[in-house]
């Protein structure tokens, strides 16, 4: 069974940091594209980073350009989503997903078929 589960999420003031983590249960996490995505509220979820399995490259949406850094750590079953200078509009809940097949690399939400229950960001003063 493919589980994905969030942790790391909270309150943080503008300019503060924090890490997501991502723990895949199920399946064989280095045979998949692993992705990111937010939901604020009144608004559409949107694709913030993901991570391809072949060869590591990443891919940003460009709010968080050079702000936030996805990784993953294989032996450890995990993606992590490291934030920093947060703003208060990223603001949302942030959920990790799965590639709906293996080693096939992309960022749209449609093609991405296994979901975590989400973590709350809150950036505010």
């Known amino acids: 069974q493919v589980q994905l589960v969030e942790s790391g999420g909270g309150v943080v003031q503008p300019g503060g940091s924090l890490r997501l983590s991502c723990v895949a249960s199920?399946?064989?996490?280095?045979?998949?594209?692993i992705g990111w995505f937010r939901q604020a509220p009144g608004k559409e979820r949107e694709g913030v980073s993901c991570?391809?399995?072949?060869?590591?490259?990443?891919y940003y949406e460009d709010a968080v350009k050079g702000r936030f850094t996805i990784s993953r750590d294989n032996a450890k079953n995990t993606v992590y989503l490291q934030m920093n200078n947060l703003r208060p509009e990223d603001t949302a809940v942030y959920y990790c997903?799965?590639?709906?097949?293996?080693?096939?690399?992309?960022?749209?939400?449609?093609?991405?078929?296994?979901w975590g229950q989400g973590t709350q960001v809150t950036v505010s003063s």
């Open positions: 997903a799965r590639a709906r097949y293996p080693n096939y690399v992309s960022f749209i939400e449609s093609d991405f078929s296994s």
């Open positions: 991570i391809s399995n072949s060869d590591g490259s990443t």
């Open positions: 199920g399946f064989t996490l280095d045979s998949y594209n």
